[in-house]
């Protein structure tokens, strides 16, 4: 079976101000133009419990609350943000699909088979690392298939985490409001609900199909399938080619002997070179983090000047790298990376064209 994450960032334009501006955390704070024509882009978890959401005028807003915050949509900032993002998740796994700026389906079932690790252990760890190293909470859903992650993780919000499987499909989402089904829009809900299907149990429920199919036409065996926990889409990987591949070991034990810590990075860069060239892929990017506890870490990378895979340049740069930078506590992890990641071929046809060129 396969093991599906969707992961969420929560309110992402409104932390994304937190993050650049701690003294925002806690407080009403939206996205937004600031004139009484504007509306409002996002909301903090803070200013919707006065009610404020998105796409409200800017101007009821202010009325709900007060001493509202207003900040511009910065673009670039948030980008870089989910440009960071993605790199962190594919540092885990490369099946990765980009599903909005601040969404991504990731297939982690190899990965959880190769660390024996559980499910949610890991959610726990990628939640922790993207809150500690991006500032960014996320609610991340995990289930068989992407349909039921991406309910999983609309369950709860903000930094929750949520389990949807064959065991508890129907306890969990078939009492849900129709209006919460992923891929059910605003225009046919009230159609729906018209016609008595009220709740994604009542999708399921194939006495409703007839009226479904009258609703939503040729979507109506999708919708019935997907309310029955059923969804064979698999995660588009080719609408996102990774832009890191990387390694990870926590030690059983924690240790400082640099021999045990050099013959780790050895074997991780071992395993990026490996990962890097059988997807074709070749870097000049390359980093390592160094976890002293669940809460601490450095990450450091360093930029060559030329694009490889091989073994050997890893490790010699993730080595410097650790040298110049550990402090001689007790490890806890250890991670080598490569970073903007290009596929190998068409680094060779730009190079080719670039010679070519040359040569006039």
């Not at 925002?24 to 939206?30: A, D, E, I, N, R």
């Not at 068989?144 to 930094?159: E, G, L, Q, R, T």
């Not at 890191?244 to 991780?268: C, M, P, V």
Request: net charge positive.
């Amino acid at each position: 079976m396969q093991i599906i994450f969707h992961i969420d960032l929560n309110a992402f334009f409104a932390n994304a101000e937190v993050s650049r501006q701690p003294s925002l955390k806690g407080k009403p704070l939206v996205i937004s133009g600031n004139n009484r024509r504007s509306i409002v882009s996002t909301a903090s978890y803070e200013a919707r419990k006065y009610g404020i959401h998105s796409a409200m005028p800017l101007y009821q807003a202010k009325e709900l609350c007060k001493n509202l915050i207003v900040k511009p949509v910065d673009f670039d900032l948030y980008r870089k943000l989910s440009n960071t993002f993605f790199e962190l998740i594919a540092s885990y796994s490369t099946v990765l699909e980009v599903a909005s700026i601040d969404e991504c389906y990731v297939d982690f079932t190899e990965y959880i088979k190769e660390h024996d690790i559980h499910p949610y252990i890991l959610a726990v760890e990628i939640q922790r690392r993207v809150l500690q190293e991006l500032k960014l909470p996320c609610s991340i859903g995990i289930a068989p298939n992407k349909f039921m992650a991406k309910m999983a993780s609309d369950m709860k919000k903000p930094m929750g985490i949520t389990i949807l499987n064959r065991k508890n499909y129907k306890e969990l989402l078939w009492p849900l409001d129709i209006s919460a089904m992923f891929g059910i829009g605003q225009k046919t809900c009230p159609k729906l609900k018209n016609a008595g299907i009220m709740t994604i149990g009542d999708v399921a429920d194939f006495k409703n199909y007839n009226k479904l199919r009258t609703i939503v036409g040729k979507n109506a065996l999708l919708l019935y399938r997907k309310a029955n926990g059923i969804d064979i889409s698999k995660v588009k990987v080719k609408k996102h080619e990774a832009k890191s591949i990387g390694n990870s070991t926590t030690l059983q034990y924690d240790t400082n002997d640099t021999d045990t810590l050099y013959d780790l990075l050895n074997k991780l860069s071992q395993n990026v070179s490996q990962r890097a060239k059988k997807n074709d892929l070749i870097s000049n990017t390359i980093a390592i983090t160094i976890k002293y506890t669940r809460f601490e870490s450095i990450s450091r990378q360093i930029i060559i000047d030329h694009y490889v895979n091989d073994y050997e340049t890893i490790l010699s740069n993730a080595k410097f790298l650790f040298d110049k930078n550990y402090d001689g506590r007790p490890v806890r992890l250890l991670r080598v990376a490569l970073y903007n990641t290009v596929n190998i071929h068409q680094k060779m046809i730009q190079m080719s064209l670039f010679d070519t060129y040359e040569s006039f």
